[in-house]
Nanobody, 115 residues
Framework: QVQLVESGGGLVQPGGSLRLSCVGF????????MGWYRQGPGKQRELVAG???????NYPDSVKGRFTISGDNAKSTVFLQMDSLNPEDTAVYYC?????????WGQGTQVTVSS
């Protein structure tokens, strides 16, 4: 089992930045992939950034160049640096971890981009 706890959400003005953190607990050494997803009002949940244990990252075009995912294996933590935020980035952001036994989700953290 893997438990994930996100933090770092909040209210930010357009053009601003936020940094989200996700700390893993439990069988963290079995994780081979972690990602950040988001779900905006009336929208489906979508991937915004992913990272493998080896450090390979992937992003959709909508956030490429603005969002950066990084990991600290020693602290079992994954970060999402979000820059140049715009109102369309408003959503609940979820941390996800995958191992050979399943997919695990955090409780989510709200990000609101508004003036």
């Amino acid at each position: 089992q893997v438990q994930l706890v996100e933090s770092g959400g909040g209210l930010v003005q357009p053009g601003g930045s936020l940094r989200l953190s996700c700390v893993g607990f439990g069988d963290i050494f079995t994780i081979y992939y972690m990602g950040w997803y988001r779900q905006g009002p009336g929208k489906q949940r979508e991937l915004v950034a992913g990272i493998t244990r080896g450090g390979t990252t992937n992003y959709p075009d909508s956030v490429k160049g603005r969002f950066t995912i990084s990991g600290d294996n020693a602290k079992s933590t994954v970060f999402l640096q979000m820059d140049s935020l715009n109102p369309e980035d408003t959503a609940v952001y979820y941390c996800n971890a995958q191992n050979n036994f399943g997919s695990y989700w955090g409780q989510g953290t709200q990000v609101t981009v508004s003036s």
